[in-house]
């Protein structure tokens, strides 16, 4: 049975093993400022992070499954843009402590090669100059779990960044 979006709060094995990662920020500030969750945020607590974070109390913050944080409080999620379509093959976005925001990856499985080269969903959203550092154990763990090709992480993030162009300005329209 395909697993659709809607209400499905469970929590994909691929995040629940990177739930497992110690993400290691060090390396003067080099390193990837991630914190992941072993579990989504609920609805309520997303809503209300939303509501906050746009100043727009009316919105829902349904269509984003929070899987994780960086050190100052912006969210890693995946954004239900793909009416109908699995979790799995849904967008991975990253919404900053400050406004600012970005797409990351055009899914989970290219999430997984995304962090398989150095970058956290702050870095792959909002450094473009980043260089990648191949990390092998995060490379295994995407190997277990990706149904997509190994390709290089800016090669992924600008592709998805092309096909979800307006979402960071869609975004900006919601806030008050």
């Not at 990662?21 to 003067?28: L, P, W």
């Not at 945020?41 to 944080?69: K, M």
């Not at 550092?133 to 997509?148: G, I, K, N, V």
């Not at 800016?154 to 869609?170: H, W």
Request: charged share 30%; net charge negative.
């Amino acid at each position: 049975m395909t697993e659709t979006t809607g209400s499905d709060r469970r929590f994909p094995p691929a995040l629940a093993d990177v739930a497992r990662v110690e993400f290691a920020y060090g390396d003067e500030g080099e390193g990837v400022d991630f914190e992941p969750y072993d579990a989504f945020d609920s609805d309520e607590e997303t809503t209300d992070w939303l509501r906050n974070w746009t100043g727009n109390h009316e919105l829902d913050g349904g269509v984003y499954r929070v899987f994780g944080q960086d050190g100052t409080g912006g969210l890693a999620a995946i954004w239900c843009a793909r009416q109908g379509r699995p979790i799995s093959e849904q967008p991975v976005v990253f919404m900053g402590s400050e406004g600012e925001c970005g797409v990351v990856a055009a899914n989970l499985s290219d999430f997984l090669w995304v962090l398989a080269d150095g970058f956290g969903p702050m870095e792959a959203a909002l450094y473009e100059e980043r260089e990648a550092r191949q990390d092998t154990f995060l490379a295994a763990l995407a190997e277990r779990h990706a149904t997509t090709p190994r390709r290089p992480a800016r090669e992924i993030i600008t592709e998805a960044q092309g096909e979800f162009a307006t979402f960071a300005e869609d975004l900006d329209k919601l806030c008050r």
